[in-house]
């Protein structure tokens, strides 16, 4: 087999990566935590029209690709419109990883050639999911996120969530005279009061460690004696507490420009209430095995129909660099939104200390 050969026989493998609905929950010991609470669902129309009955706030509306979004409320329900967004990502096979495919595939270890080649493949891909799943924390931390389109144009999609269900504590976690239980016991009542008893907790370790540390929250946790409040003790008043479990949340992106930057931001603290949104995803699309449920959701992340596609779905192409220096280019795109489907489930707590 030549290199022309295997390329060829990788762009169906490519393909199948791109399309995998496993993706979308990370690799290893990199798992995307946002992902499992708003999953991809895939769609063919690119403006997405959604009518929902019961009281809820407008999901997120993308006008990156081609218009500003469209949105209105009817009486008695809500209307709503989603423009999807654009995103794209190139990586590069350096010429040395180029020619150790080559000797790898003039030497017969073809399965060696393919799997460093599906190894970029899989890095450009995971490039994307990892774009959807930084909006999903903006989107929770700041109430939008920010899309750039065609000509460089930059737009911020809402994330809107139902008033009163996005708020910030009234004084530093620090202040021993403030009581940030309370405040955090106000916004699972109101998730309750919504019809969505709280489930589940996600934040970073420091945030934690610093809601954990609040003397209110201490005496809460370890009772009047006091005594080191831990994350784990916390994770386990929250069991018993509320029922509800306990993310945190550390992993890290890196960004075009080299910086590291939290996936969910620090200073902000999560809180979801169950839904009756459930959503199964199945990794073998042939034999319908392998079934994931995930319950409890609170949005969506839509996939819709890529740039030169004429079916949903990410994009993925591999090309040869011709000429003296040569390499493999592997270009990956996809048209995107992030956006709650039952914002009356979500509670968002920003610390005084995340402004600084």
Known sequence: MNFKELLEQLKGAANELAQSRLMQFGRGNRRYVLAEL????????????????????????DGARYSPAQKAKLVGGLDVNVELGHQDISVQLTPEDFDAINAAVSGGNSLKAQATALGLVERAILSLVEKNEAQRGAGLAYGEYEVVGAGG??????????????????SPLSDPAFDAMAAFDAMANMLAGAGHPLVRVVASTPTLQQFARNAAVAKYVVGENGGLVSIAKLREFL??????????????YTAQDGTRHRFLPEGVICLFGSTDDQVSVTFDSETGEDELVLENVVGRTWIGRAAK???????????????????????AWQTSAVGPTVPAAIGVLSTVESES
């Open 38 to 61: 708003m999953p991809e669902t895939v769609t063919d129309q690119n403006v997405i029209r959604e009518v929902r009955l019961a009281f809820e706030n407008v999901i997120a509306a």
């Open 153 to 170: 144009l930059r737009a911020k999609v809402p994330f809107e969530l139902p008033d009163g269900h996005r708020a910030q504590f009234e």
């Open 239 to 252: 069991s018993a507490e509320y029922g509800a479990r306990l993310d945190a949340y550390d992993l890290r």
């Open 309 to 331: 596609r004429s079916a949903p779905g990410r994009a993925v192409e591999l090309y040869e660099i011709p000429g003296k220096g040569g390499g493999l280019i592997v270009d």
